[in-house]
Nanobody, 119 residues
C-alpha cells in the first residue's frame, strides 16, 4: 500500500509565496516520478511540475521561473516552492507518485490541498 500525505497551501496575496510538501509511505521502488498537478474550478487537471528519481525536472510553461520542484529521495518526499503567485494559480494542488516497477507499480494521488491567490 502506498500513501501520499500533503501539507502546505492556503491563502496568499498576489506576488506572495507558498510551499507545498508531500511525503510518501509504503513499498516504493525506483525508478519513479513525483509530480504536482492542479485543478481549477471548471478546468481539467493539469501537470504543474515533475521530478524523477535522478532529479530531472519538468515544468508547465505557465509556472517556469516562478515555481521550483525538489525531492528528498531518502524520505520519498517532494516539495513545490511557489513564488510570484498569481490569481490564475488558484486551484487544488495534488501530489502524484508514479511507480514504474515493483509490486506496487502504478499511479498514486494525494488528497489535494487548496491554494488561493487573492487580495
Amino acid at each position: 500500500q502506498v500513501q501520499l500525505m500533503e501539507s502546505g497551501g492556503g491563502l496568499v496575496q498576489p506576488g506572495g509565496s507558498l510551499r507545498l510538501s508531500c511525503a510518501a509511505s509504503g513499498t516504493i521502488f525506483a525508478p519513479n516520478v513525483m509530480a504536482w498537478y492542479r485543478q481549477a474550478p471548471g478546468k481539467v487537471r493539469e501537470l504543474v511540475a515533475s521530478i524523477n528519481s535522478v532529479g530531472t525536472t519538468s515544468y508547465a510553461d505557465s509556472v517556469k521561473g516562478r515555481f521550483a520542484i525538489s525531492r528528498d529521495n531518502a524520505k520519498i518526499a517532494v516539495r513545490l516552492q511557489m513564488n510570484s503567485l498569481k490569481p490564475e494559480d488558484t486551484a487544488v494542488y495534488y501530489c502524484n507518485l508514479k511507480l514504474l516497477q515493483g509490486p506496487t507499480r502504478g499511479d498514486y494521488w494525494g488528497q489535494g490541498t487548496q491554494v488561493t491567490v487573492s487580495s
